[in-house]
C-alpha cells in the first residue's frame, strides 16, 4: 500500500510540469521503496548475516578507504533522522542495517532516511556492496540512536494552545468580514448630488 502511495505522488508531482522536490522528500521515497521491498521478499536470516566480504581488485586502495558513518551518537525526540557515511569509489550500492538485523535502506546513495523508531536505543551498521552484492567493507563503528520522544501532555498542550490560536484567528477574520459593509453603510456620502440647471 505504501508503495502505491508513494508511486502516487511521484507521478502527481511529475504530472505537474516537474516540480522539484526537496532532498527530503526524495529520501522519504527512496527509504519507503526500499522497506516495502524488504516486507515483499524479505532475505533468509542466513543470508542477512553470513554475508562474505569479499576481496576487491585493488586491496591497498581499498585499505586505506574506510566505511565511516559521519555522526555515530543521535538523540531523536521526533524517532526519525537521517544517516550519512563516506561514500566508497568501488561500492555499488550500500545497506544499512539495524541491530535487529531488519535492512532498513538498500541503495547507491551515501545516506539513509529511518523513521519510525519507537522510544528505546538502536544501533545501525552499514555495508559496501560490490555490484555482486558482496560486502567489501563494513562500518568499523555503529551509529548510536537514542529515541525519547515529547511526552503525551507536552504534545496536548500544544495542540491546544495551536487550537486556541487558530479560533482567534477565525473569530478576528469573521468579525472583520462581517464588520465592513456595516462601517461602509455608516459613512455618510461625501459627494455632492448633481444639480441640473
Keep these: 500500500m505504501r508503495l502505491i502511495a508513494v508511486t502516487f505522488i511521484v507521478m502527481t508531482a511529475q504530472a505537474f510540469g516537474g516540480l522539484a522536490f526537496s532532498s527530503a ?24 548475516d553470513s554475508a562474505p566480504i569479499s576481496s576487491s581488485a585493488d586491496p591497498a586502495a581499498e585499505s586505506s578507504q574506510s566505511l565511516q558513518f559521519d555522526q555515530t551518537r543521535f538523540e531523536a525526540a521526533e524517532g526519525y533522522l537521517t544517516l550519512t557515511w563516506n561514500e566508497l569509489n568501488s561500492a555499488a550500492e ?8 531488519l535492512e532498513v535502506y538498500r541503495g547507491p546513495l551515501p545516506e539513509a532516511f529511518v523513521s519510525g523508531l519507537p522510544d528505546g536505543t538502536y544501533q545501525f551498521t552499514v555495508d559496501a556492496l560490490d555490484t555482486q552484492g558482496q560486502v567489501i567493507a563494513r562500518s568499523a563503528q555503529p551509529a548510536v540512536v537514542e529515541v525519547v520522544h515529547w511526552p503525551l501532555r507536552m504534545a496536548l498542550a500544544l495542540f491546544f494552545g495551536g487550537l486556541v490560536i487558530f479560533l ?16 461602509a453603510a455608516a459613512e455618510p456620502s461625501t459627494t455632492q448630488p448633481e444639480t441640473t440647471t
Design 168 to 183: 482567534l484567528l477565525i473569530a478576528v477574520i469573521i468579525r472583520g468580514a462581517l464588520g465592513q459593509p456595516e462601517e
Design 94 to 101: 550500500y545497506s544499512v542495517r539495524q541491530d535487529s538485523g
Design 25 to 48: 522528500a526524495q529520501k522519504i521515497s527512496i527509504a519507503q521503496l526500499s522497506l516495502f521491498a524488504q516486507e515483499t521478499s524479505p532475505l533468509p536470516q542466513d543470508s542477512q
